[in-house]
């Protein structure tokens, strides 16, 4: 049996539909802390299983009869995500499964200033010290975060204001990362392996705001801020650790760490991903207001759908 961690999100169900249209429902299983939700968001027929990576019983119990494993990380404060992750790599450690795919992200180099690097670059460690069979994927920014953080706003305000210089950014789609995740999990075809998957290309946020203009019909500019302007408006509208996640991801976009392209997409998917032009005209006016990011990030919204209000 094939499991997916984190079923009830937006990779991990991703992944568990492809997996079930491609072998039947009946080979792929997904984990979630609450199945119920995970329910809504996979194809019927698939077995959902309950666990929390905060658990180690839990953990044990769910990866009994698991044949290989596609770990999708969590998210929050760095501290308890590491430990969540360590905990899931002791129980795949203590357990039968035979190979592991983990989706991690490009940015996990010891001097980068990014928030999470510590976190995934500890997983990573973890994983390939742990005697299991391994692949990682290291995922780059999502098209849809992008969007969702910076690119639906400024439908209205018409500009996009980071601080992110000049420097090149290569996004590409959740959907895209639960292909190649799933697709590497089915094959057990790049154990060893660490596949990086970017988009087809890279862009300045002056280049993404001419593909947002043409895809949304009205006029954005980039404005590029300073990083402390940014950490200011950050610290204003978000609840810790958010502020020092998102300011230090844009520290480590400015050194270039998120412009890594898509070969790694391609080698297991055998194609390119989807343009990010093609991402934002599929999208342009296809999103509800509001995201699945904004609420966990930003104070003073609602929470409630957030998971259904993406897709
Ligand atoms: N590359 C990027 O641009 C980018 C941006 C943001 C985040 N990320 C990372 O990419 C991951 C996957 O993205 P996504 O869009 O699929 O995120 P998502 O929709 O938030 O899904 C995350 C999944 O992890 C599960 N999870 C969280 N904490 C858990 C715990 N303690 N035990 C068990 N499951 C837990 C969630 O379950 P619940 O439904 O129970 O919460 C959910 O199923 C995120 O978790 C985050 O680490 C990447």
């Known amino acids: 049996m094939l499991l997916v ?46 666990a929390d990576y905060t658990d180690r019983a839990s953990l ?37 499964i035979e190979r592991v795919v983990f989706a991690s992200i490009v940015d996990v180099e010891e ?32 098209s849809d975060f992008l969007f969702s953080q910076w690119l639906e706003q400024a439908c209205d305000t018409g500009i996009v204001d980071v601080p992110a210089g000049r420097a090149h950014i290569a996004p590409i789609s959740r959907d895209d990362v639960a292909t190649a995740a799933a ?21 300045t946020f002056d280049e993404i705001a001419e593909l947002a203009s043409m895809a949304f019909g009205r006029s954005i ?13 950050c610290w204003a ?12 991801l844009f520290a480590s976009v400015s050194q270039g760490r998120f412009a890594v392209t898509s070969a790694g997409f391609e080698q297991i998917a055998g194609r390119r991903p989807e343009e ?7 999208h342009a006016g296809g999103f509800a207001r509001g995201s699945a990011w904004q609420p966990r990030f930003h104070r003073d919204q609602e929470t409630a759908g957030d998971h259904e209000r993406t897709r």
């Open 221 to 233: 500019a980039y404005r590029p801020v300073s990083a402390t302007d940014y950490l200011a408006r």
């Open 5 to 50: 961690t984190g079923a009830s999100g937006n990779v991990g169900s991703a992944a568990v539909a492809l997996l079930a249209s491609r072998l039947g429902a009946g080979a792929v299983a997904g984990l979630a802390r609450d199945p119920a939700r995970a329910a809504a968001r996979v194809p019927f027929g698939v077995q959902l299983g309950r």
């Open 60 to 96: 044990d119990e769910a990866f009994a009869g698991v044949s290989a494993l596609l770990f999708v990380a969590s998210d929050g404060d760095a501290r308890d995500v590491m430990k969540q992750h360590a905990n899931v790599i002791d129980a795949i450690a203590a357990s039968a």
């Open 111 to 142: 001097h980068s200033p990014f928030y999470f690097a510590p976190v995934y670059r500890d997983a990573e460690q973890r994983l390939r010290a742990c005697g299991k069979p391994w692949t990682i994927v290291r995922c780059g920014m999502y």
């Open 237 to 248: 509208t978000m609840e810790d650790p958010w502020p020092h996640a998102f300011a230090s």
């Open 276 to 282: 990010l032009k093609a991402f934002l005209e599929r």
């Open 183 to 203: 697709l590497a999990l089915e094959s057990g075809a790049h154990e060893g392996q660490v596949l990086e998957l970017g988009g087809a290309k890279a862009y």
